[in-house]
């Protein structure tokens, strides 16, 4: 029980335990709420539907996640950060297939099921060392080659969202170089570059609600993905 509640010390900003250690990495985190709160706005707008409005409420759980880890900054709150990011690309693969591409349910399957085998086994496959020198930016990988590879399967699908989950990717790997960089720059710039990270996942998380918005409404798959 007392392991849940060790204070964890793993960017520039935090130098001791309290609530306001880190004060700009907490409050960037309001910027995904933004996000958030603007793709509900568009999607509502646009009439995209109720999973896509979901999608919207998992971005402000995003920053709601992220913003009680870096006040508390304990083994627990992690997770908050932790889960919704894991479980938002989880749920977003599936609206790129089914939403964007036009899949089949059993083909959206096979894809969903091929694409996190073979991320999943590329990530384990990756030395410890690497995980180490990215301060553990490299768990982020399935996310980041999911948007680039969801992203194309919408292209071929003749989706012009397939763009937006591209550039996703882009974002998000100028966002992983800030993210990985934080602790080798503490001595030379104190606050370090995390929140770098917090306001390209904002940024991100912004074109991929815009994509949402504007081509995520329910559509018939195309009749040969129907088999």
Same mark, same amino acid.
């Given at each position: 029980m007392d392991r849940l509640f060790?204070?964890?010390?793993? &960017?520039?900003?935090?130098?001791?335990?309290? /609530?306001? $250690?880190?004060?700009?990495?907490?409050?960037t985190n309001l910027l995904i /709420? =933004? =996000?958030?709160f603007f793709g509900l706005a568009q999607v509502r707008s646009r009439q995209a539907g109720i999973y $896509?409005?979901?999608?919207?409420?998992?971005?402000?759980?995003? =920053?709601?996640?992220s @913003?009680? @880890?870096?006040t508390t900054a304990i083994e627990l709150t992690k997770w908050a950060d932790i889960i919704p990011i894991a479980t938002f690309? /989880?749920?977003?693969?599936? @609206?790129? /297939?089914?939403?964007?591409?036009?899949?089949?349910?059993? #083909?959206?399957?096979? &894809?969903?099921?091929s694409y996190f085998a073979v991320i999943s086994v590329v990530t384990w496959l990756i030395p410890a060392w690497v995980s180490e020198a990215t301060n553990g930016t490299i768990a982020y990988l399935p996310a980041l080659a999911g948007y680039a590879f969801f992203g194309v399967v919408a292209l071929l699908h003749g989706s012009p969202a397939g763009w937006y989950c591209i550039a996703c990717a882009v974002i998000l790997f100028a966002g992983f170089v @800030?993210?990985?960089?934080?602790q080798d720059i503490c001595q030379a710039f104190p606050l370090g570059t995390h929140f770098m990270w917090h306001v390209?996942?904002?940024?991100?998380?912004?074109?991929?609600?815009? %994509?949402? %918005? #504007? &081509?995520?409404?329910?559509?018939?798959?195309?009749?040969?993905?129907?088999?």
């Open positions: 060790a204070t964890l010390d793993i &960017y520039c900003e935090r130098t001791e335990a309290g /609530l306001w $250690a880190e004060p700009v990495n907490a409050l /709420l =933004g =996000g958030g $896509a409005e979901i999608l919207c409420w998992w971005v402000v759980a995003i =920053g709601l996640g @913003f009680l @880890f870096h690309t /989880l749920a977003m693969a599936i @609206f790129c /297939l089914r939403r964007f591409a036009g899949l089949s349910a059993p #083909k959206t399957v096979v &894809y969903f099921v @800030f993210r990985a960089i934080d390209l996942i904002a940024l991100m998380l912004s074109v991929n609600l815009m %994509a949402v %918005a #504007k &081509y995520g409404a329910p559509r018939r798959p195309a009749a040969g993905d129907r088999r």
